[in-house]
Antibody, heavy 121, light 111 residues
């Protein structure tokens, strides 16, 4: 069974840092591109960042560019999101998901259960 | 303001058919990028419902169907059931933003 398990969320002060992890199992992690998507409380989904299978390609939403860094350790089947200079508007549930594609645009499946990040003083 | 526009809410009676629209522009749906749909039950992670405009993953009932035309896409749900009452999101890619994008989400109410 494909499983994604996020961890690392918590309460952090504005300007602080946090590192999220996503442990993958049930599929060949090193062959799969991955992504992070967040959802602020009571709001919709927002794509945050994505990474290629090897980690050589990384992509960011404008809202987090320069503050967040996505990476992966294929030897440990783990995806990361390093978040710095956190703002109140970064408060959200953060989901990791596996990217998939046939011939066109990537879709995200499956998703982890999410880890909650709260930025507040 | 989401790049892809969805109605905030739709409703229908049990057994009826409803559609949820997803309107984009020439830099996303209109540029030929595929549209995918997700269902999110309260307190849970989103689940893939439709991929590549009109394909259902295994396990998704054939009551759910998708279509795409021009700069818009639609999710249709026929034979509405109480368990369908939840949130639905469309997703595509935008070449101007170089980003994957979501619609704002639609809450379906089964009357």
């Amino acid at each position: 069974e494909v499983q994604l398990l996020e961890s690392g969320g918590g309460l952090v002060q504005p300007g602080g840092s946090l590192r999220l992890s996503c442990a993958a199992s049930g599929f060949t992690f090193s062959s799969s591109a991955m992504t992070w998507v967040r959802q602020a409380p009571g709001k919709g989904l927002e794509w945050v960042s994505a990474i290629s299978r090897t980690g050589g390609g990384t992509y960011y939403a404008d809202s987090v560019k320069g503050r967040f860094t996505i990476s992966r350790d294929n030897s440990k089947n783990t995806l990361f999101l390093q978040m710095k200079f956190l703002r109140a508007e970064d408060t959200a549930m953060y989901y990791c998901a596996k990217r998939a594609r046939s011939t066109g645009t990537d879709w995200f499946d499956p998703w982890g259960q999410g880890t909650l990040v709260t930025v507040s003083s | 303001q989401s790049v892809l526009t969805q109605p905030p809410s739709v409703s229908g009676a049990p057994g009826q058919r409803v559609t949820i629209s997803c309107t984009g522009s020439s830099s996303n749906i209109g540029a030929g990028y595929d549209v995918h749909w997700y269902q999110q039950l309260p307190g849970t992670a989103p689940k893939l419902l439709i991929y590549d405009n009109n394909n259902r993953p295994s396990g998704v009932p054939d009551r759910f169907s998708g279509s795409k035309s021009g700069t818009s896409a639609s999710l249709a749900i026929s034979g509405l059931q109480a368990e369908d009452e939840t949130d639905y999101y469309c997703q595509s890619y935008d070449s101007s933003l170089s980003a994957w994008v979501f619609g704002g989400g639609t809450k379906l109410t089964v009357l």
